[in-house]
């Protein structure tokens, strides 16, 4: 098949999330040619998309645009004019990302239907904003921006917190009650139209300072020499010791895949606290697929080669 590889228009100055698409991009490409597809790379531009499509005319477009021009919770317009003009593309549609982009919106539909999430609150009446740590974060970004050991505050610090973010970030910022408690990133991919859970991978804090949050931030995302990511492990295996867990694990993600309507992939974010009930952090309908990316090592621990990852995405978005 001949395969667009549609990524986000990234300048030379962006920041290494924004980066990591390019990569993502480059390795997909690479990978669907070493099955025998025709890979095209292309970066994202609204003006010119249609006419892109017309004189290459591929099958299935392969879509990592994860924002335009740095925004996140504009990715939503690459699939919706994709949609438009009529090309199969992989991945989640516009309207689940338009809602999963807005975080405390994600939350008040899980909660709706009652699937367990910690509460919020939200400016500028900051309701609900009662004693105790909570962590403040960006409700319209992803790549745990903002996120940094000053994260998480107690209740009245959130008011200064969230203005000091909004004011160096730009965006939205709303406060989560703060779970002490182990965290897990799971990853499920469709197969044959059904959401199909890979291992589970659960993020140990390894040597980490006892005044410092537990909490996968920006750091341990993008700067691979900092202390936050040499001492964050990924590791996979609670199916084998505690099969109660993975079970509602396994359960969550797949009313989570339903309630949003998911395709593709996604990364389902939890925290289990003491009393060992699990409770939803965010979801991720567009998560990056760098060959270092979590939804890779969940493939890779299943089985399933970087290249089969790829292709099976694709053959899913001709179903």
């Known amino acids: 098949m001949k395969v667009l590889v549609l990524h986000s228009d990234v300048p030379p100055d962006a920041p290494p999330e924004d980066q990591d698409t390019l990569i993502a991009a480059e390795a997909v490409a690479k990978a669907l040619t070493s099955r025998g597809h025709q890979a095209l790379l292309a970066p994202f531009f609204p003006t010119r998309l249609r006419r892109f499509l017309t004189e290459e005319a591929p099958d299935v477009v392969f879509n990592l645009v994860e924002g335009i021009d740095g925004k996140g919770r504009l ?11 009529g090309v199969p593309y992989t991945g989640t549609g516009p309207d689940a990302l338009i809602v999963t982009s807005d975080k405390p919106r994600s939350k008040r539909l899980l909660r709706d239907i009652g699937l367990p999430t910690p509460d919020w609150s939200e400016p500028p009446s900051w309701d609900d904003l009662t004693a105790g740590r909570w962590i403040v974060k960006c409700a319209d970004e992803d790549a745990s921006l903002g996120l940094d050991d000053g994260a998480v505050v107690e209740a009245e610090d959130v008011p200064a917190r969230a203005d000091a973010c909004a ?13 002490e408690g182990r965290e897990f990133n799971v990853t499920v991919l469709e197969r044959g139209g059904a959401p199909h859970v890979l291992p589970m991978a659960e993020m140990l804090f390894q040597f980490w300072p006892v005044a410092r949050p537990r909490i996968v931030g920006y750091d341990a995302k993008w700067d691979d020499a900092s202390i936050q990511s040499t001492s964050t492990i990924r590791r996979f295996g609670v199916e084998l010791t505690e099969a109660a867990l993975a079970r509602e694990l396994r359960f969550l993600c797949e009313e989570t895949w339903e309630l949003f309507q998911c395709r593709g992939a996604a990364r389902i974010d939890f925290r ?14 567009n998560p990056g697929i760098a060959p270092d990316a979590g939804i890779v090592a969940a493939a890779l621990e299943a089985g399933l080669s970087y290249a089969d990852l790829i292709e099976g995405l694709v053959k899913e978005a001709l179903q």
């Open 75 to 85: 990715a939503h317009l690459a699939p919706r004019l994709l949609e438009q003009i």
């Open 167 to 179: 004011a160096r970030f730009g965006g939205r910022w709303f406060a989560e009650r703060y779970v």
């Open 272 to 285: 289990v606290a003491s009393d060992g009930q699990p409770v939803i952090l965010e979801i991720n309908p």
